[in-house]
């Protein structure tokens, strides 16, 4: 994967994207960098238990919805 730069690099690019507030932009790359961190645990885990890992199943919620 491809270094997205610095926190200040990304959210000058957030804000050039689209109109948004530095506090804004700062929450969205808290965001961001949350479900950057998650998805790289779980890319991490999934080797480890490869039956115990349904892929069909991730993007439910907690309860098992597709909502």
Not at 3 to 29: C, F, K
Not at 35 to 58: G, H, Q, S, W
Request: aromatic share 2%.
């Amino acid at each position: 994967m491809q270094d997205p730069g610095s926190p200040s690099d990304i959210m000058q690019r957030m804000m050039s994207t689209a109109p948004m507030s530095q506090s804004d932009a700062e929450q969205l790359h808290q965001l961001l960098a949350g479900v950057n961190a998650a998805a790289t645990r779980m890319a991490e885990l999934v080797p480890i238990f490869p039956a115990e890992v349904d892929p069909n199943l991730l993007s439910l919620t907690v309860d098992g919805n597709d909502d």
